[in-house]
């Protein structure tokens, strides 16, 4: 008998598949459909659609409490590389290493100079001014990270 975990990720993917890689759901509704609680949704959601597993989740609160549910698209040669980036990249970054991976991006015309730019400022140390070294590293590429998968969301290859 499968567990309630996999019964719920596969009705999440079947509306993503139904929905041409978009799905927008409640938690409530989809736990009632799944005769489960609402966290077993929460926990489904943050374990297996994660951005190393290549979709985005958007959480909105209010009303019923809608989340959105993108599959990224990794078929692209852009979009594949940036998922190896994302996936390689640990827990934490210096300013040095966050600039040579932008900077390869924008090599490997992945990202635009604008783009490139606007990544450098926000990892930039003065942005992370008051953060002490490992916090500040974490923090950067957390940011980095995020900022990468919504390149990835909007890419336009």
Do not use: W
Not at 83 to 109: C, E, P, W
């Amino acid at each position: 008998m499968a567990k309630i975990s996999d019964i719920v990720e596969a009705m999440i993917k079947e509306i993503i598949d139904a929905n041409n890689g978009f799905a927008e759901i409640t938690r409530g509704e989809l736990a009632r459909q799944a005769n489960c609680v609402p966290s077993q949704v929460t926990y489904v959601l943050s374990t297996r659609f994660t951005s190393s597993n290549g979709y985005r989740v958007e959480s909105r609160r209010g009303g019923g409490g809608s989340i959105r549910i993108y599959k990224i698209d990794t078929n692209h040669n852009k979009a594949g590389y940036i998922m190896h980036a994302v996936n390689s990249l640990g827990n934490a970054l210096t300013q040095k290493q966050a600039d040579i991976f932008i900077r390869n991006f924008y090599d490997y015309d992945v990202m635009d100079a604008d783009t490139a730019r606007l990544f450098m400022a926000a990892t930039s140390d003065s942005s992370l001014d008051g953060l002490d070294g490992v916090l500040r590293d974490t923090v950067r590429m957390k940011i980095l990270k995020n900022m990468l998968v919504e390149l990835l969301v909007n890419l336009d290859d």
